[in-house]
């Protein structure tokens, strides 16, 4: 069958290069892709969010299935775009795809169907004093959130109740845009996260994938800033089968279910964001696609043609289809821009990238330039990702790999799933 993919990061280069596996796939396209995708499939120079354009592509070029890699698209609706064309869309309906557009949605929808989470508020600038007050009904520290997506920055935690309050005031005030016109507010969950990602097919039918935890902050022992993800790891030591049973129970079931008895339409990716708080699963956010950078140990433990299984759930039926896990530990590490997450420097020329072995690497903030060298155009410029038979064994394959690959302000985390290693439930 003949694919086009959408985006261009490093999940989308992970997705490309386990997608490329699969004898189903005659030709891939990936819009817009990066300086790593092309060795993958071919890269078209379209934005994902354009959906006129891609419908000419699809046409001229008779292509079967659409894979949304980012939420944009999903946000505003490619599913309902192309429901009636004759194309197969993985991924949600664009009421689907409020579980990650709307924080206020998502929340609402967990607490209507029984769902784990944080107790929360939802509050506008009219709604502002109640705002304050519902604060002063929670100990610190306090969390606010953007209802709309804001680039994975639209979440605040804070300890003073005083800043807490000025934050609300300013996000109110369009400190993330129109993302903050509504700002959800809900008490602070103590614990460890993980991500657990689910295919569903829309009529009941899912399959759990390979469980990952990944790493926000851009300096080592979880300080500094919140990032795109540093790095990530799968699986996770605490989400054995008892943890795993809950999750199954408590979270996944009533999610498809709770989808299928409001009418919504979702054949993708459900993201569950979840955090292990004193070994009971509760639901940080959902997203409507995979993570990243958990997609770059996610692809390399499953041992399935995921083509196979995408076609099923795009088609509404995961029938008795198998998603196979490989044993192993992945383990990626994300080699980022000097100066990330603030502002950071682009066209830096990348070097060794052809003396890593074994380990692969994803591309994520790259192109090429004229002379057809490979060179930087973001902040997270390339994930080196590892098998292993544990995580340190991992690690110290990415590690090798990052140490060969070079550009000017090269920066990465070395304690990436270091916490794990002897972790104790």
């Given at each position: 069958m003949k694919i086009l993919l959408l985006g261009s990061g490093g999940r989308e280069s992970a997705l490309a290069w386990k997608m490329k596996q699969s004898p189903l796939t005659n030709e891939l396209f990936i819009a817009p892709g990066n300086g790593g995708t092309g060795q993958y499939g071919t890269n078209v120079a379209i934005k994902p969010t354009d959906f006129e354009a891609i419908d000419s592509f699809v046409t001229e070029n008779g292509i079967d299935m659409i894979v949304v890699g980012n939420e944009d698209p999903l946000v505003a609706g490619i599913y309902d775009y192309f429901e009636s064309k004759p194309v197969l869309v993985v991924g949600p309906s664009?009421?689907?795809?409020?579980?990650?557009?709307?924080?206020?949605?998502?929340?609402?929808?967990?607490?209507?169907?029984?769902?784990?989470?944080?107790?929360?508020?939802?509050?506008?600038?009219?709604?502002?004093?109640?705002?304050?007050?519902?604060?002063?009904?929670?100990?610190?520290?306090?969390?606010?959130?953007?209802?709309?997506?804001?680039?994975?920055?639209?979440?605040?935690?804070?300890?003073?109740?005083?800043?807490?309050?000025?934050?609300?005031?300013?996000?109110?005030?369009?400190?993330?845009?129109?993302?903050?016109?509504?700002?959800?507010?809900?008490?602070?969950?103590?614990?460890?996260?993980?991500?657990?990602?689910?295919?569903?097919?829309?009529?009941?039918?899912?399959?759990?994938?390979?469980?990952?935890?990944?790493?926000?902050?851009?300096?080592?022992?979880?300080?500094?800033?919140?990032?795109?993800?540093?790095?990530?790891?799968?699986?996770?030591?605490?989400?054995?089968?008892?943890?795993?049973?809950?999750?199954?129970?408590?979270?996944?079931?009533?999610?498809?279910?709770?989808?299928?008895?409001?009418?919504?339409?979702?054949?993708?990716?459900?993201?569950?964001?979840?955090?292990?708080?004193?070994?009971?699963?509760?639901?940080?956010e959902y997203n409507v696609r995979m993570g990243d950078p958990e997609t770059e140990v996610v692809m390399l433990?499953?041992?399935?043609?995921?083509?196979?299984?995408?076609?099923?759930?795009?088609?509404?039926?995961?029938?008795?289809?198998?998603?196979?896990?490989?044993?192993?530990?992945?383990?990626?590490?994300?080699?980022?821009?000097?100066?990330?997450?603030?502002s950071y420097p682009k066209g830096k020329i990348i070097t060794g990238l052809e003396n890593v072995g074994d380990t692969i690497l994803f591309h994520a903030g790259t192109t090429l330039n004229a002379e057809g060298d490979v060179i930087t155009s973001g902040g997270r410029v390339i994930a080196a990702s590892s098998y292993g038979q544990n995580i340190p064994e991992a690690l110290g394959h990415s590690f090798d790999a990052v140490s060969k690959v070079d550009f000017d302000g090269k920066y990465f985390r070395r304690d990436i799933g270091k916490d794990l290693v002897n972790y104790k439930s």
């Open positions: 664009k009421q689907g795809a409020a579980l990650e557009g709307s924080k206020d949605f998502a929340k609402d929808f967990m607490t209507r169907h029984g769902i784990p989470t944080a107790r929360y508020q939802s509050f506008t600038a009219d709604t502002i004093e109640q705002g304050y007050k519902f604060l002063e009904s929670l100990k610190a520290p306090y969390v606010l959130k953007a209802d709309g997506l804001a680039a994975g920055k639209g979440v605040l935690i804070i300890d003073s109740l005083e800043e807490a309050k000025q934050s609300l005031k300013e996000m109110l005030d369009g400190m993330f845009g129109n993302a903050s016109a509504t700002v959800v507010i809900e008490e602070f969950l103590s614990g460890i996260e993980c991500s657990v990602f689910v295919l569903t097919d829309g009529n009941g039918g899912y399959r759990v994938l390979p469980v990952a935890k990944d790493y926000k902050r851009i300096g080592e022992g979880d300080t500094g800033l919140n990032t795109g993800g540093m790095g990530a790891v799968s699986p996770v030591p605490f989400a054995n089968g008892e943890f795993m049973d809950k999750v199954t129970k408590r979270i996944i079931e009533p999610t498809i279910k709770g989808l299928i008895a409001d009418n919504i339409t979702y054949r993708g990716f459900i993201f569950l964001g979840l955090i292990n708080v004193e070994g009971e699963p509760m639901v940080i433990r499953i041992a399935s043609d995921l083509v196979e299984l995408m076609q099923a759930a795009a088609k509404g039926d995961l029938g008795n289809l198998e998603l196979k896990q490989d044993p192993r530990t992945a383990v990626t590490v994300m080699m980022v821009s000097g100066g990330y997450p603030g």
